[in-house]
């Protein structure tokens, strides 16, 4: 299994609500990252997670809140986005050390605030 | 600081002539340097890497690479265009050892025309 799986793959959702975005790995990789892309534009590094911990933050607004319950999931918590936050939402996964240690990326999740 | 620059935001072939996407890199340490592929409303899938050893990497659906120290660069290429190859390419780079931690070009439209 090489998949990283997404859900939900669409979400529209207002300035006041709260939802989560999830992501899910089973290659038994121990890093996990959130990449953000606008349109037409290449993705950019939110945050990572290494053996389940945060270990960077690129200056993230705190209104998304990462979370990794375990090895396999990474969740991105939103509240009180604002219409710029609309984005293309990546997760990916990767070995820490050994040869294969690339990027595995999943299909994203659209992500439209109204 | 690590940086990538994609020359050519929009590039066009005929089906069957050769690819070329061009990439240069700045980096204070050995790179490890990755083409991406990003086809519409999708998530990323890697082509190649280049991390050590031989300099002309092969890759996926027929693409290759050089790294070239002496010119920082790392050109992908492909000897004859499919139009299943229309998709937007990304160039990135890594610090050594987390090479989830992506640096990524601006990207190259890829068009190819019947």
């Known amino acids: 299994d090489t998949e990283v799986t997404q859900t939900p793959k669409h979400l529209v959702m207002g300035m006041t609500n709260k939802k989560s975005l999830k992501c899910e790995q089973h290659m038994g990789h121990r890093a996990m990252y959130w990449y953000k892309q606008k349109a037409k534009k290449p993705p950019e590094l939110m945050f990572v997670y290494s053996y389940e911990k945060l270990s960077i933050n690129e200056s993230v607004p705190s209104r998304f809140s990462p979370e990794c319950p375990n090895s396999s999931l990474l969740n991105l918590h939103l509240h009180a986005l604002q219409p710029e936050d609309s984005a293309l939402y990546l997760c990916?996964?990767?070995?820490?050390?050994?040869?294969?240690?690339?990027?595995?990326f999943g299909q994203g999740t659209r992500l439209t605030v109204v | 600081a690590q940086s990538v620059t994609q020359l050519g935001s929009h590039v066009s072939v005929s089906e069957g002539a050769l690819v070329l996407l061009r990439c240069n890199y700045s980096?204070?340490?050995?790179?490890?340097l990755f083409w991406y592929v990003q086809y519409p409303n999708q998530g990323l899938q890697l082509l190649l890497k280049y991390t050590t050893g031989a300099t002309l990497v092969k890759g996926i659906n027929g693409f290759e690479a050089e790294f070239k120290k002496s010119e920082t660069s790392f050109h992908l290429t492909k000897p004859s265009a499919h139009m299943s190859d229309a998709a937007e390419y990304f160039c990135?780079?890594?610090?050594?050892?987390?090479?989830?931690?992506?640096?990524f070009g601006q990207g190259t439209t890829l068009q190819v025309k019947p």
């Open positions: 990916a996964s990767s070995q820490l050390s050994g040869v294969n240690t690339e990027a595995f």
């Open positions: 980096s204070s340490v050995p790179p490890y």
């Open positions: 990135a780079v890594s610090p050594s050892g987390n090479t989830g931690k992506l640096i």
